[in-house]
């Protein structure tokens, strides 16, 4: 017990979030050792090396068109921009924390991806003939995958930690999701293409353990900034666009190429489609006078995308896809609603953007689907072939059904709540201790504690906000 009260004591000390020594050397040493292991570690991979010619003519490719570079790049380009666009202005909700909610999240990802095509590196492309990790576009994008986990928990403390304890938060967060994908996805086989469980559950519930652990008693002393604006509204708005027209390019970017991909797109599309109706349906039948909240629209109406992500390259129906998102556009509204309330005042979890609705919960619900789908799936459906190559019924698992498919599903759902909810506990605590320069609970919410704003826009800009929020009213 007096170790634990000692810990506290520690904790508690006086806030400083002067980052000036602290930053800096953060960013600096992170990216010289980035350059250093980049330097022993990476290399192209075949299609991206100039090999590639003598590699075409080995395997009689008769065009530059088979590169995978042709096939991957446009998805690519659509995930790096959900990444640092979309999820950048989705966050940027609050009146006051624009430069924070954009910029932190392109210091993140921007860090993030680096590391995790080194982590993923070791576990999925590493060349034991050479010791070197080889690269190409679908790398690109798994690392983009793996940065969108910890953008999710970036989501659940927003305004109430210090650039440096984000960057820490990430460097856990990059490790953890490498080991626990890899355990998902090559030791206990389960299928992941859009990654509900893999990036979302995992995400959202490492965010919100870290919340949980970072729990500030005194937070409503900055409530006068937890709280949105007509204009930052729209910002937001601008975000949840990007991510929803984008969303189908992210759960079929590293499905296989021809019906897998295809089907995931559609699949997509359509449960994105049915979660916007409901989305509306129920945040205007819980509100006074019917009239829509913003919060609910920025949010509620991208669950479908998270929900169907596991299933979405499997042979849901288009029907399924529309129940799929139908369901899932009612149970994260009614959760922004009732659940984010209730588990700040009686959980003591603190969550910002409400990321338990809309990738922590849909996330779930996407594995569940995932498993009962798999389960379900039959050769007078599939094809024979078609099972095979779905479920990658190869080498090890050539022998599997999909009765016992669905069983790892539901393994793999497990594995990444459990690495989340750990993880989170665990980096939370590491969080805790008064040295990252966060921000004093009646000063959260704030550009100025970590930004240079200039006097006369902030002027400007209270005295825009007042009025736009009395117009609001």
Not at 39 to 52: A, C, K, L, P, Q
Not at 135 to 153: K, P, S
Not at 245 to 273: E, K, V
């Amino acid at each position: 017990m007096g170790c634990v009260q000692s810990f506290r004591e520690i904790c508690d000390r006086q806030k400083n979030t002067n980052v000036r020594l602290s930053l800096p050397a953060v960013c600096f040493v992170w990216q010289t050792a980035m350059i250093i292991l980049f330097g022993v570690f990476i290399r192209y991979n075949e299609e991206s090396d100039t090999h590639w010619v003598e590699h075409r003519k080995a395997n009689n490719i008769s065009s530059d068109i088979e590169n995978d570079f042709y096939f991957r790049y446009p998805s690519f380009q659509d995930v790096h921009v959900m990444i640092f666009v979309g999820f950048g202005f989705l966050m940027t909700f609050l009146k006051r924390y624009s430069f924070g909610a954009v910029g932190f999240n392109f210091l993140i990802a921007a860090f993030g991806l680096q590391w995790a095509l080194l982590m993923q590196g070791w576990f999925h492309s590493l060349d034991y003939t050479d010791g070197k990790i080889k690269i190409g576009v679908e790398n690109l994008i798994n690392a983009d995958f793996c940065v969108a986990g910890c953008l999710i928990a970036y989501g659940a403390v927003l305004g109430k930690v210090s650039p440096v304890q984000l960057m820490v938060m990430t460097l856990f967060g990059v490790t953890l999701f490498a080991v626990e994908e890899y355990i998902i996805l090559n030791l206990i086989h389960a299928r992941d293409a859009g990654g509900s469980m893999v990036i979302h559950t995992f995400g959202g519930y490492y965010g919100l353990s870290i919340s949980w652990m970072l729990y500030r008693p005194n937070l409503d002393q900055s409530s006068r900034l937890q709280g949105s604006c007509y204009h930052s509204d729209v910002f937001a708005m601008i975000g949840t666009l990007f991510l929803w027209m984008f969303w189908p390019s992210f759960n079929s970017a590293i499905t296989d190429h021809g019906d897998g991909q295809h089907r995931a797109a559609i699949n997509t599309y359509l449960a994105l489609a049915s979660t916007v109706l409901t989305t509306v349906a129920i945040s205007s039948l819980f509100q006074k006078h019917g009239k829509l909240d913003m919060v609910h629209i920025q949010n509620s109406t991208l669950a479908g995308g998270v929900a169907v992500g596991t299933a979405a390259e499997f042979m849901l129906m288009p029907y399924g896809s529309l129940i799929v998102g139908f369901c899932c556009g009612i149970i994260s509204t009614l959760g922004y609603i009732y659940l984010t309330p209730f588990m700040e005042k009686h959980l003591k979890i603190q969550d910002t953007c409400g990321i338990h609705n809309l990738h922590a919960m849909p996330g779930v619900i996407g594995g569940i689907v995932g498993a009962i789908t798999a389960a379900a799936a039959t050769e007078s459906v599939y094809g024979r072939e078609g099972l095979v190559n779905t479920f990658d019924f190869e080498g090890a698992f050539k022998d599997m059904v999909p009765t016992r498919q669905g069983g790892h599903q539901a393994a793999g759902l497990c594995v990444a709540i459990c690495f989340g909810i750990g993880g989170g506990i665990l980096v939370g605590c590491i969080l805790r201790l008064p040295i990252w320069g966060d921000a004093a609970d009646d000063n959260c919410f704030d550009d100025e504690s970590y930004w240079e704003v200039r006097d006369e826009a902030l002027h400007d800009l209270g005295g825009v906000q007042q009025k736009t929020c009395l117009l609001w009213k």
